[in-house]
């Protein structure tokens, strides 16, 4: 069984401030790496992936990977209320076909 | 651009009854994927297909059935609903593209069983 933990969260920071999220999995032949948002009611978003250990920077968002500790996380620079959201996490099994997802973070930026 | 469609959004079935779930994608992924999502809840992988012709289980199948005869479609069948049936469903797609390889999305089909 692929599992794949989060903190559930709820996650409140204020506007401006920087959101951090944590993501932690247990199979040690996972390949690539994703954080989807997902708003209430709607389907999940990408936001990030990343596949080398190390950070990977786009825009307010960055990715985190560290393999050795099979750890990612996600880093939300300068949040703004519309950040407002469940963060997902999801890794690929060894073979790559299959997508694992974590039980989400849910965030609240609060102006 | 439709992406990934689903049909239908909403459905209520009684306990024992039968339905299928529609999965249609116009952006020719050979990736197809069957998840659920429960309340407060992560996605749960029921079934996926790699190709047409070609499925396999995923994590929680029990109580589902697939099947890929075209690369477009990838129906959920759900065989006797039962109450623990009910969830929201959303279908994917990837074409797992060396650069992202990210999932696509259709705007999922809330079920309730009672």
């Known amino acids: 069984q692929k599992e794949v933990e989060q903190n559930s969260g709820p996650l409140s920071v204020p506007e401006g401030a920087i959101a951090s999220l944590n993501c932690t999995y247990s199979?040690?032949?996972?390949?690539?790496f994703f954080w989807y948002r997902q708003y209430s009611g709607k389907s999940p978003e990408l936001i990030m992936f990343i596949y080398s250990n190390g950070d990977k920077e786009d825009g307010r968002f960055t990715a985190q990977l560290n393999k050795a500790s099979q750890y990612v996380s996600l880093l939300i620079r300068d949040s703004q209320p519309s950040d407002s959201a469940t963060y997902l996490c999801a890794v690929t099994g060894w073979t790559g076909n299959q997508f694992y997802f974590g039980t989400g973070t849910s965030l609240t930026v609060i102006p | 651009n439709a992406g990934v469609t689903q049909t239908p959004k909403f459905r209520i079935l009684k306990i024992g009854q039968s339905m299928t779930l529609q999965c249609t994608q116009d952006m020719n992924h050979n990736y197809m994927y069957w998840y659920r999502q429960d309340p407060g809840m992560g996605l749960k992988l029921i079934y996926y297909s790699v190709g047409a012709g070609i499925t396999d289980k995923g994590e929680v199948p029990n109580g589902y059935n697939v099947s890929r005869s075209t690369t477009e479609d990838f129906p959920l069948r759900l065989e006797l609903a039962a109450p623990s049936q009910t969830s929201v469903y959303f279908c994917?797609?990837?074409?797992?593209?060396?650069?992202?390889?990210?999932?696509?999305f259709g705007e999922g089909s809330r079920l309730t069983v009672l």
């Open positions: 199979d040690r032949g996972s390949q690539s």
């Open positions: 994917a797609s990837s074409s797992h593209d060396q650069n992202t390889g990210e999932l696509f």
